[in-house]
Every structure is written in structure tokens, then in C-alpha cells.
């Protein structure tokens, strides 16, 4: 999809790979045939260079054809280089610049709260997006709200565009940061399937909004693009991207890794 | 003029206003960020509850809290003074309300240098500039308390976002009942023939003092309240700019950006004409009186009548 566009983000897209499809393939109560059922759960993508992760899931749980994904950002195609909420079935927020989709998700939350809705809501973040203030001012608001509808997902990857967040302006200890603000906090490993559910499924109940930080790799999957900052927001080519997809669907291609892994 | 009436500020009306749309619809919510006190949304507060969330000291977060009640459904008010609803918080703005055309409503109270002693940090003269930039966004700034209370109501139906920007002084009346609405937002309230005065906010009765004493000296002035200046009623501006052939523009804004680009704007497309642009002359503000700061930057009555005086003799 990335490729075919020919810009985009496939690292961040790749870490988040494994909680988005926990979400849309398991967790979430969604309808692609009604995609705003009020009785539904939400999925806000706040750090929304990573579109592509979520239009596959879209793509792949039936809001629009799987076709569409390769006419990412070509003029007259819904599918926009970050989420438009009017343009494309089941995007819930229009997200772009950083920090706006915690605040967001909780202005979403006191709506449900004020007309009883059941949906719970599910936010999916960057670590380095969380040096955005903004970021600070709706972990203390939502707390403040007593949340309980509300999780955060940190997709810790400790990468951002110029480096390692850690060089460039280290965000952590995440956890403890969020459980000072009041949430309900687990770190867990992003890239193991058993804990993002469970991680998931519990930050439904707890007392008030839940923040699971989950350690991720940057790329994953893809033994090039793994933890490598450069692979931030630059298209594969096409030789590069089949091999990326060989190599995510478990065929290992050890001599074109070594190849262009060095 | 309706000058039995003592004059109120333009805020007042706002919070009157909003306590009545609460009153009549349930989705109605409000916002604000620590100023609900000075931008009168705490008397929905009071009221309502359950209906209205103070976020504190960020604005930020108190905009895209807004952005996701109405994308929840709910028909939010966000208020706090204009420097912060528009600056501090234009990012916010532009990518989670104005790109998705949602329904929030901003509604900013301390705009221009009428809020006087605070001096330039809280005294927005870009706000009007900002918000006009921004597509789909509609920009209103009332005459008077009136007029206000009128925008308000009104505003409810809105399918978009809207700016509304009232300000901190009491302001006589110029509406003697609250108006059905603001129309298109071009309210000729004198004509004339010889000079268009296109004034908005707390310079709209300045305008209509101004015409009165250019009568005197032979100068029919057209005073024009332009409460919406986005979208312009551009069928307006230039039909009074065809038939008078020049203008003035007052605004308590800056020059560049607010209703005089707005009105040279249609001229220069429709009618070109020679305007004189009087409003803060690309500086910012500084402390003193209200009164005394209108004085210092040029935005009395006497001002505009020398202007239009200037104007007809350099022809």
C-alpha cells in the first residue's frame, strides 16, 4: 500500500500492527455495515501517520474494499495521507498533528458518559508524540473526568523521525508518568499477541482511564526496517516491499536480509 | 440608538444567552478554560452542571475536548478570551474543529484593546485574521448586547464551527430588542450616499456618532454594521460601495486580516473603490484605560470623522 503510493509511514505502522489487529479482529464491538451504530466501541488513531496500519484493518474488516488500500493518497481516493473522518468509513477522527487525539477521545468519552452509551474507547498513541504537551493536559483531564471508558495505547517503539526518543527528548519512565497523573497503568510487550488482548480486555474495567504501555519494535517484521529511524516515513520500493511482505508472511529470506540489512 | 438603555458588555449577552440554550436544548454543552467568570459561561456552569467542563488552564486540550462532544453529538460552547481561543490554541482549531467542519462553537470574550490594563499579552488583535483564514469557519463579532444574545441562539442551528467574538466593555445598544437574528450579517443602519462606513463590534456605534457629526459638514455617511465578517455579505459591501464610491472600515483589530481585508477584499473584486482602513496599525497593544488606548490607537468617533473628512478633501 505504502509502495504503491509512494510515501507514507510503515515503521510506526508495522509496531502498531499487532494492537491494531487485536482491536478491529478481536476486541472492539464494531459494525463495518453501520460504522456509526452508537452502541459501538471507538478506535482513535492519535498519532495519524500511521493511517496505513488503520485502513488495512478498515480495509480488511469490510468498511471499504481491500482494492482501495493500493490508491493510498492519489488525488480522488478517500483514503487521505492522514485519517479524514468524512471521508473514509469507520475513521472516527481526522488526525494528523500530533498531541489533539487524547483530548479528543476524551471529549468523545463525556459524550458517551452524558447519554449512557456503552462503548468503550481505545487511543492509540506515539511515545514520541507524548512529548506533545497536549498530551499531559488530557492525562490530567481525563483522570480528572474518572475516565473509565477511556484507554490509552503508547505505542512505545523509541523512534521518532531524527533518532532514538531517548536522544532526542526521552519521554519515559511512561508508566510511572501516567500512573502519577492518576491512570491506571501496564507495560507490556506490544508485539506479543497474548498480552495485547489480555492488556486490552482488562483496561475495560478498570476504576478510571487505563494506559497500557506497550513496548514495540519500530518496523517490525520487516528485518530492514526494524528499529531503524529511516524507515519513519519513506516508502519501500518495490523489490524492498516484496520482500517485506515475504518476510511478514514468515518466509525468511536470509540472503536478500543480509543484503540489505547492512 | 437605543439610548435609554444602559449600556452592557457584549459578553453578558453571551452568558445570558448560553444559559437559555441550555434551557432549551439538552445537547447544548459548554467549556471553558479558567476564565468562565470573566466570559460569563459560568452561569451555565451554575446551572448546568453536568453539562459543563472546566479544563483548566489548557486551552489545547479544552478545544479538542470541545471537537470530540461534537463529534459525540453534542453542541459545544467553548469560551475563554480571544487571544488564547485563537492563538494558543489555533493548531488544535484549525485540524480537530475547522478541517471537520464540526459544530463547535468558539465564543471568545476580551477581544481587541478594550480589555485595557492587561495590556498586549491579553489583548487580541489578530483573532478575527486568524479565524477568517480558516475554511468553513464563519466569523461573527456583534454590535452590541443584542445583537449578541440574537447570534447566539442562532448559532445553535449552525452545521459548522463558528467564532464568535465578544468583548469586555459595556457597550450602548443599538438593537432596542434582541433581533430575530444576524441575517447576513450586513445591517445597514444609516444610509447615505457619500462615504460607506463599514464598522464591526464596539466600533459600530463610534461609526453612527461619526455619521452624525459628519452630517454637519455636509457628508452623507452610510453606516454599515458588519457583524458576520465571514462569509461577507459581499452583495452588500458592494452595492453600498457602488453607490458611495469610498469607505472607511473600523474595526478593533488590526489592519491586516480582519474586516478591512475583508471588505477591500470584495471591492477590489467587485467595486474597487478607495478605502481607509482604521484599526490597529500593525503594533500591538500596551496597558492603560480602555478609553485612553482607543484614543492612543486612533479608534474614537473623532478619528473616523477625520478620516472621512481626509478623504473627501483628497479627492
Sequence with gaps: ?262 | MAAELKPRATRDAYGEALLELGARHPDVVALDADLSGSTKSGKFAAAYPQRFFNAGVAEANMMNMAAGLAIGGKIPYASTFAVFATGRAFDQVRQSIAQPRLPVRICASHGGLTVGEDGCTHQSIEDIGLMRMLPNMRVVVPADFNQTYAAVIESYNLPGPMYLRTGRPSVPFLYEKVPEGIGNGCDILKEGSDISIFACGIMVAKALEAARLLEKRDIDAEVVNVSIIKPIDADTVAGSLSKTGRAITAEEHSIIGGLGNAVAEVAAEQCPVRIGRLGIKDTFGKSGHPDQLLEEFHLTVADLVSLALDMQKSE
Excluded at chain 1, 493510498?72 to 489533539?100: A, N
Excluded at chain 1, 474507547?121 to 511515545?127: A, K, Y
Aim: charged content about 20%.
Design chain 1, 1 to 262: 500500500m505504502v509502495t504503491a503510493a509512494g510515501s507514507g509511514h510503515p515503521g510506526g505502522s508495522l509496531s502498531a500492527t499487532d494492537i491494531v489487529a487485536a482491536l478491529y479482529f478481536q476486541v472492539l464491538k464494531h459494525n463495518p455495515a453501520d460504522p456509526k451504530w452508537p452502541g459501538r466501541d471507538r478506535f482513535i488513531l492519535s498519532k495519524g501517520h500511521c493511517a496505513p496500519v488503520l485502513y488495512a484493518a478498515l480495509a480488511r474488516s469490510g468498511y471499504f474494499p481491500v482494492e482501495d488500500l493500493l490508491n493510498l493518497r492519489k488525488i480522488d481516493c478517500h483514503l487521505q495521507g492522514h485519517p479524514d473522518m468524512h471521508k473514509t468509513p469507520g475513521v472516527e477522527i481526522s488526525s494528523g498533528s500530533l498531541g489533539q487525539g487524547l483530548s479528543v477521545s476524551i471529549g468523545m468519552a463525556l459524550a458517551m458518559r452524558l447519554d449512557n452509551l456503552p462503548g468503550h474507547i481505545f487511543t492509540l498513541m506515539g511515545d514520541g508524540e507524548s512529548q506533545e504537551g497536549e498530551v499531559w493536559e488530557a492525562a490530567m483531564a481525563a483522570s480528572h473526568y474518572k475516565l473509565n471508558n477511556l484507554t490509552a495505547i503508547i505505542d512505545a517503539n523509541g523512534l521518532q523521525i531524527d533518532g532514538f526518543t531517548n536522544d532526542i527528548m526521552n519521554v519515559e519512565p511512561l508508566p510511572e508518568k501516567f500512573a502519577a497523573f492518576g491512570w491506571s497503568t501496564l507495560a507490556i510487550d506490544g508485539n506479543n499477541m497474548e498480552q495485547v488482548l489480555d492488556a486490552l480486555e482488562r483496561s475495560r474495567t478498570s476504576a478510571g482511564p487505563a494506559a497500557i504501555i506497550a513496548r514495540t519494535v519500530k518496523g517490525k517484521g520487516v528485518s530492514f526496517m526494524e528499529n531503524n529511524a529511516g524507515w519513519h516515513g519513506k516508502a519501500p520500493k518495490a523489490a524492498e516491499a516484496e520482500q517485506a511482505l515475504a518476510e511478514l508472511a514468515g518466509e525468511e529470506i536470509q540472503e536478500s536480509r543480509e543484503k540489505v540489512g547492512s
